[in-house]
C-alpha cells in the first residue's frame, strides 16, 4: 500500500484536448506502479480524480480549469418530472451485478454503441483489447451492471465501490433503444444502487459546460462540483 503523501504522480505532454476545440490538455496521473488500495482511490477521488482503465487520472491545464469534478449526494438527490417519466416508461427494465468479464454479449453491444455514437472520437473503432483493457481489466473495485429487458441487454454501466461512493467509469447502451433514454436512466438506477448500498456519492466524472456531451450531468441536481479545493453545489 502506498500512502497519499509517498504517492508519486506523473504529467503527460501536452496534447489535443478530448473534449474542448482548440484547446491544449495535460493530464496528472498516478503512479501506475503503485499500489493504490481502496482507501487511498477514495481519497482521491474526494479531490476530484477518476479511473480509466488502470489508471487513476485528473486534468492538469495551465490555462483551463473547464473540466469540474461531479457527484451527486444521493439523499438529497429529487427527481424531475421527466426523469419519473422514465423511470416509469422503464418499469420492465432490470439491474444486475456482475463481475467484470470480458463477454462477447458485452462486447457486441459496446461496439455498436462506439459506432453508432462516437464514432468521431478516439475509442472508434472498437476493438476486444481495447474494451478489456479500458473496462474490464482495471481495479479490485470494479463492477459491471447489467440492464435488462427480460433476456435482451440493454446497457451495462461500468461502477467502482469505494467506501463511501459510487463511482460511474463508463455505461454504453443499445443505440437502437433510444426512445427508452438508457442514458438518464442508467444514472438514475445507480443513485437507487447508491442509496440500497447505504453510501453517499455517486459520482460522474466531469462536468463541462461547454461541451454537449458533458453538460448534460447538470440535469441532476443537486450536483455538487470540486472547485477551490472544495465540494459546493452547482449554480450556488
Not at 6 to 13: A, Q, R, S, Y
Not at 31 to 48: E, F, K, N, W
Request: hydrophobic fraction near 35%; glycine fraction near 4%.
Amino acid at each position: 500500500m502506498t500512502s497519499l503523501a509517498e504517492l508519486k504522480f506523473f504529467t503527460t505532454p501536452a496534447h489535443e484536448c478530448s473534449y474542448l476545440e482548440n484547446r491544449q490538455a495535460t493530464t496528472l496521473f498516478a503512479d501506475p506502479d503503485a499500489i493504490i488500495d481502496t482507501d487511498a482511490y477514495t481519497s482521491l477521488s474526494m479531490v476530484g480524480f477518476r479511473r480509466s482503465g488502470h489508471h487513476i487520472y485528473k486534468p492538469y491545464c495551465d490555462d483551463c480549469n473547464a473540466c469540474k469534478p461531479a457527484r451527486l449526494p444521493v439523499a438529497r438527490f429529487s427527481y424531475s418530472r421527466g426523469q419519473k417519466r422514465i423511470l416509469k416508461k422503464n418499469a420492465d427494465v432490470s439491474i444486475t451485478r456482475q463481475l467484470p468479464r470480458l463477454d462477447p454479449a458485452y462486447f457486441d453491444l459496446y461496439e455498436r454503441y462506439i459506432t453508432q455514437r462516437h464514432a468521431d472520437g478516439d475509442m472508434f473503432p472498437a476493438t476486444m483489447d481495447q474494451f478489456e483493457s479500458f473496462l474490464v481489466n482495471g481495479r479490485p473495485e470494479a463492477v459491471f451492471y447489467e440492464y435488462r429487458n427480460h433476456e435482451k441487454l440493454l446497457a451495462v454501466s461500468v461502477v467502482d465501490q469505494l467506501n463511501d461512493s459510487l463511482s460511474a467509469i463508463y455505461t454504453f447502451f443499445d443505440p437502437l433503444e433510444y426512445k427508452r433514454s438508457l442514458g438518464t436512466l442508467s444514472v438514475l438506477l445507480l443513485i437507487e444502487e447508491t442509496r440500497r448500498l447505504g453510501l453517499h456519492y455517486l459520482y460522474l466524472g466531469y462536468w463541462i459546460k461547454e461541451c454537449q456531451k458533458m453538460s448534460y450531468k447538470a440535469n441532476y441536481r443537486p450536483l455538487e462540483i470540486f472547485q477551490h479545493n472544495r465540494w459546493v453545489e452547482q449554480g450556488k
